[in-house]
Every structure is written in structure tokens, then in C-alpha cells.
């Protein structure tokens, strides 16, 4: 036992005693007097070295702050300058998980800073590799591009037709590429956009303009094959040989890469080509409406030559006209290449022979209308002279339909006017045996040699002879010529 034992079972011996020796009474013990009793002691057996054992305070452990919208913001902007770089494009799989690392660090940023900061450092290492990438992607792409621009110039030969413009584009391309072999990445964006730009107005202006020289290449060739079709080179012989030899000069110019002259050629080359058509349709047309004024002056003077019965039966004599006196002051004129007006001109696709038969049939229907408008016989072929020198007039004027109807109408006049011919008499004889009638007569070869002809004989005098099988010795007949 040792001494510290031996020292507290002796103090309790002595309490022991003192107690058994004092009265019943409880004493009263100020508090001075009481002392606290120790704690039992840890009785540790000899030859144990003992070790103090100590309870440890608690440590309190150091708070991480959350993460900062600044820190945010700094992994947002690296993503943000990838993307000017477009790295979305060169390098989307980076960017993707950059965009969604960022998301959960935002996430994380209260309740695990410390991954959400360790997500955050990912975020901006992929965003500069994005970046890098996106970068030599544009580099690539932009001396792709350039590559792909020059020869496209090239195809369309840029270099021969503007060699001034297309050098200064090529100059714009050397400097870009300078610029990004120094580094310089900026400028040489500016450069890029620049040099990308009049690239494309280059080739967008020069193929426009090689465009319209083809346009008017293609509408010459139209022009002049229509022109040939009408006759051109009988017609408008000259118009039409001028505008192929201005198409060949023209298109030898835009071989020789001079745009301007083929330009002001084929369109000369074109006007002609369309003048050759204007001139020989309406040549065409003047010439059938000149054989229609001939034929209806020769009507008009022979006409005018025949004897006719008046209203009150009296045979008048011809009286001779000829139209020459007329053209003589009124000379025929030839259309002319001035005449044309251009664009808008319209070309003329008459069909003279087609109409005049639909006229003539409405004319022959109105024939006895238009006759009996008229006060005299003689007054018809007056009115027919009249019409005829308005439509030379109206054919002057260049006006070849209207003259066309003004000629019809005329020859309706003369038609009317030849109704009234006395082209022979023939005086009703006494045959007994033989009697005359208006078939016999119709047939002698001195009058129609066709007895079927009657008709004519009894129309044209039925006032004298009311039923045509009774006719008398001694009637003289009028013995209408035969039309022609």
C-alpha cells in the first residue's frame, strides 16, 4: 500500500472516533469548518507508470467563405472569350462541358465552395483551350476562305476584266496573312472582314456585269434570228447585216476583256437587230398595202372608163381618170429606220390577204346600203376616188391598217359603180321560127357565150322587163360587162 493510501484510510479512522464520542445532539458545523471532501485518488498498482490523461478542448474549425459572384463572373468571361473566338464551333464538346461545370459550380457555390471553386478552375482551363483551339480554327478558316475567294475571282478571270481591282483585293489578302503571322490576330480580323468584303463586291459586280453582256449577247441572237424569219436581209437588208456585224465586233471586245465596248456595241448590235425586224415587217406590210392601192387605182381608172346607165335610164359616157396625177403630188413614201421608237415599238404581224377576205364579205353585204347612199351613179365612183386618196394618204402616214379599209371601202364604191356599167345593148329581135329569149341571148358569143348567165341581162333591166320570159322585138337590152 502506499503512502497516499495509507494517508486516507488514517483520516478516516480518526473521523470514525470523533464521532462515536460526541453527544447525540447534532453539532452545527459552520461552513468554515467543512471541508470539501477530495475525490477518490485512481489507485494505480506499483510498477504502472502513470501517464496524465487530459480531455481535450474543443477546436473550433475555421469557416470557408462561399463562393463569390466575382468568381463566377471571371469563369463566365473565360467562356465568354472563347466563345468571340467561336470555340462553340471548333471546339464544342470543351465548351459544353465548360458551360456545365459552370453550372454546377453556381450550384455548389454556398453549399461546397470548395468544389465549387475546384469546378470553377475547370471551367476556365476548358475555356482556354476552347479558346486556342477557336482560334487556329478561325486562322484556318479565314486563309480557307481567302484561298476560296481568289479563285473564284480567278474562275471568272477578275484578273483580266478589273486587274486593278483584284489587285488591290490580293493586296488585301497579303496583309491579312501578314498580320497573323506576326501575332497581330485583331488587326488581322479587321483585314479579314475588309479584304472578305471587296472579294465579294468584286465578284458579285464582274459577274453581274459579264451577266448582263451575255443578256445582251442572248437578245441580239433572238432579235436576229426573228429578223431572219421576216426576211430581214430582203426587207431591211442593211439593218440586219449592220447588227450582225456589230454582235461580232461586240463579242470579240468581251473576249478582249473590255467590257465597256462590248457593252456600247451590243447594245447598238441589239437596237439594229430589232430596227432589221421593225423595218421588214413593216416593209412587208407597206408593200401589200401598196399592191392593194394599186389594184384599186386600176379599178378606179378602168372604171371610170365605162359607160354607165343613169337613175333615169340615160347611157352616160366614160370619162377617163388616171390616179398618177395624184401620187405625183402625193408621192409614195418608203417607212425608214427613224420611224422605229425603241422598246416601245410594237412589231406588226399582219395578215393582210386573211383580213382583206373578212372585209370584202362585210363590204359585198353592205354593198347596195352604202350604193344607195349615194345620190348619183356618178357620185359612186367620186366617192370612191375620195376614199382611195385618203388611204394613200393614211399609207403615207404609216397608218397601213387604216388605208387598208379606206381601199376596201373604195373598191365597194367601184363595185357599185360597175353595177351601172353598160358594157354593150342588145336590141330584142323578131324570129318567128327562133324566138329570142334572155338564155339564147346570154349564150351568143358576143355577149357571156353562157347561157346560164341570164340572170345578169334580167336583173340589170328589170324595169323594162319585169317577168323574165317575156320580152319584145324591138326592146333594147343592157348587156352588163362581165366582173372580173
Known amino acids: 500500500m502506499n503512502k497516499k493510501a495509507f494517508l486516507i484510510l488514517l483520516i478516516l479512522s480518526v473521523f470514525v472516533i470523533a464521532s462515536c464520542k460526541s453527544t447525540p445532539e447534532e453539532p452545527v458545523v459552520e461552513e468554515e469548518q467543512i471541508e470539501e471532501e477530495a475525490p477518490p485518488e485512481e489507485v494505480i498498482e506499483e510498477g504502472i507508470s502513470e501517464a496524465p490523461v487530459e480531455t481535450p478542448e474543443p477546436v473550433e474549425e475555421p469557416q470557408i467563405e462561399p463562393v463569390s459572384r466575382e468568381e463566377l ?136 456585269n459579264i451577266r448582263w453582256v451575255k443578256i445582251l449577247e442572248r437578245d441580239t441572237n433572238t432579235y436576229l434570228t426573228e429578223a431572219e424569219e421576216a426576211e430581214a436581209y430582203i426587207w431591211a437588208d442593211k439593218e440586219f447585216l449592220e447588227a450582225s456585224d456589230l454582235l461580232s465586233v461586240g463579242m470579240t471586245s468581251f473576249r478582249q476583256y473590255d467590257l465597256k465596248a462590248s457593252e456600247a456595241t451590243l447594245k447598238e448590235a441589239k437596237f439594229k437587230a430589232r430596227n432589221a425586224i421593225y423595218l421588214a415587217e413593216k416593209r412587208k406590210e407597206q408593200s401589200a398595202t401598196d399592191q392593194l392601192l394599186l389594184q384599186i387605182q386600176q379599178d378606179l381608172e378602168e372604171a371610170s372608163a365605162l359607160q354607165v346607165q343613169s337613175e333615169e335610164g340615160e347611157i352616160l359616157d366614160g370619162n377617163p381618170w388616171s390616179g398618177s396625177e395624184y401620187l405625183n403630188e402625193n408621192p409614195l413614201l418608203d417607212v425608214e429606220a427613224e420611224d422605229y421608237e425603241g422598246e416601245d415599238s410594237s412589231l406588226l404581224n399582219y395578215d393582210l390577204d386573211k383580213s382583206l377576205d373578212e372585209e370584202v364579205e362585210i363590204v359585198e353585204e353592205e354593198e347596195e346600203e352604202m350604193a344607195g347612199s349615194v345620190n348619183s351613179v356618178s357620185a359612186l365612183l367620186e366617192k370612191a376616188k375620195t376614199l382611195w386618196q385618203e388611204g394613200v ?92
Not at 462541358?97 to 478552375?121: C, N, W
Not at 482560334?135 to 473564284?152: W, Y
Not at 399609207?395 to 373598191?411: M, T
Not at 324570129?431 to 357571156?448: S, T
Open 73 to 208: 463572373q471571371l469563369a463566365r468571361q473565360a467562356l465568354l472569350r472563347a466563345e468571340e473566338a467561336e470555340a462553340s464551333r471548333f471546339a464544342p464538346d470543351l465548351m459544353e462541358a465548360g458551360y456545365a461545370d459552370l453550372q454546377k459550380a453556381a450550384d455548389l457555390a454556398e453549399s461546397d465552395p470548395e468544389q465549387s471553386r475546384a469546378l470553377l478552375a475547370g471551367v476556365i482551363e476548358k475555356a482556354d483551350r476552347a479558346f486556342e483551339l477557336g482560334k487556329q480554327g478561325l486562322i484556318a478558316e479565314a486563309r480557307a476562305n481567302m484561298a476560296k475567294l481568289d479563285a473564284a475571282l480567278l474562275e471568272i478571270e477578275a484578273d483580266k476584266f478589273s486587274p486593278e481591282a483584284y489587285q488591290a483585293v490580293k493586296t488585301q489578302f497579303d496583309d491579312t496573312n501578314r498580320m497573323i503571322d506576326q501575332g497581330n490576330l485583331v488587326k488581322a480580323r479587321e483585314s479579314y472582314n475588309l479584304s472578305s468584303l471587296k472579294a465579294r463586291n468584286l465578284h458579285r459586280q464582274l459577274s453581274e
Open 393 to 484: 394618204q393614211a399609207r403615207n402616214d404609216g397608218e397601213y391598217e387604216k388605208s387598208k379599209e379606206l381601199f376596201v371601202q373604195a373598191e365597194a364604191y367601184i363595185k357599185a359603180y360597175r353595177a351601172n356599167a353598160v358594157g354593150q345593148t342588145y336590141t330584142v329581135q323578131y324570129n318567128p321560127d327562133d324566138r329570142d329569149c334572155l338564155w339564147k341571148i346570154a349564150g351568143f358569143d358576143g355577149i357571156y357565150d353562157d347561157p346560164f348567165l341570164w340572170p345578169k341581162i334580167w336583173k340589170r333591166n328589170q324595169k323594162k322587163i319585169p317577168n323574165p320570159d317575156l320580152i319584145y322585138p324591138g326592146q333594147v337590152l343592157i348587156i352588163p360587162p362581165v366582173e372580173k
